[in-house]
């Protein structure tokens, strides 16, 4: 487990589950706002805690589904401590994978897409507990959001408040309890980390290249725009885990 900024006012757990999937912008923007993140990379052998001893949680995304117990044996244990942290009343924040994850953590279900997924620049409708949501205040709707998954929630837990939906995929944005959150776009990812998702898919058939080719170059067109978004929603969570923090 890594430690980083350790100046910071208050510290978040961050579990990343693969090696290009890494908070980035999150990382930056949380910093700006006095968060500092300890990263635990359970693929690269580190172990994830049965309680977090940190001012809240984040969990990232990954190539793998949210019961793909066979591929990342650590899964379980993460649905675990994600329903534990959210027991407690902790902060909690799971983008993309890690949305399902909550959601399957706490009684809901995770499918494949029946639309075939979302790649590139996606447009985010926020409802009216979406404006209202501590989060998402301020954002103006439709919101534009990088979006890069083929599974998705078909069925949020009984006491998730739904937030946010796509033209594609119903669920969005969501919040469980007061301070719980998952988001299934990628408020952390830059034309950099989209570049990187895309060359890892170096043997895709050429279709498949062609659209992986038009979501790097929107994302990187709408970079600066999307940025201005999302970091208000981050210092937003800063705020929130700085509260649990004193």
Same mark, same amino acid.
């Given at each position: 487990?890594?430690?980083?900024? &350790?100046? +910071?006012? @208050? ?9 290009? @999937? ?5 990382? &930056?923007? #949380? ?45 379980? &244990? ?10 407690? $009343? ?6 993309? #994978? ?46 534009? +959001? ?17 937030? @946010? ?23 952390? +990812?830059? $034309? ?21 080719? #038009?979501?790097? @170059?929107?994302?990187?067109? $709408? ?20 509260? &649990?923090?004193?």
């Amino acid at each position: 487990m890594v430690a980083l900024n &350790t100046r +910071a006012f @208050a510290r978040l757990l961050v579990v990343e589950n693969e090696p290009d @999937a890494g908070p980035a912008m999150l990382q &930056t923007w #949380l910093a700006s706002s006095a968060v500092g993140v300890d990263i635990c990379r359970p693929y690269a052998g580190d172990e994830i805690p049965e309680q977090v001893g940190h001012a809240g949680l984040l969990v990232l995304g990954g190539e793998m589904g949210a019961q793909d117990d066979h591929k990342a044996p650590w899964l379980a &244990t993460l649905r675990t401590l994600l329903e534990v942290t959210t027991a407690r $009343g902790l902060p909690v924040l799971g983008v993309c #994978l890690g949305a399902q994850l909550l959601a399957a953590a706490c009684g809901g279900s995770v499918e494949q897409s029946a639309s075939g997924g979302e790649l590139g620049l996606g447009r985010v409708d926020i409802n009216d507990e979406g404006r209202r949501d501590r989060l998402l205040v301020g954002i103006a709707s439709p919101a534009q +959001a990088v979006q890069w998954h083929e599974d998705e929630i078909i069925r949020l837990p009984d006491r998730a408040v739904l937030l @946010a939906s796509s033209p594609r995929c119903k669920v969005q944005a969501y919040r469980i309890g007061p301070c719980a959150w998952g988001v299934q776009f990628h408020p952390e +990812a830059s $034309g950099a980390t989209v570049r990187g998702w895309a060359d890892a898919e170096n043997d895709a058939p050429p279709e498949r290249r062609r659209q992986l080719e #038009l979501a790097v @170059a929107e994302v990187r067109s $709408g970079e600066s725009r999307v940025f201005a978004v999302w970091q208000s929603f981050a210092e937003h969570f800063a705020e929130v885990v700085k509260e &649990t923090s004193s």
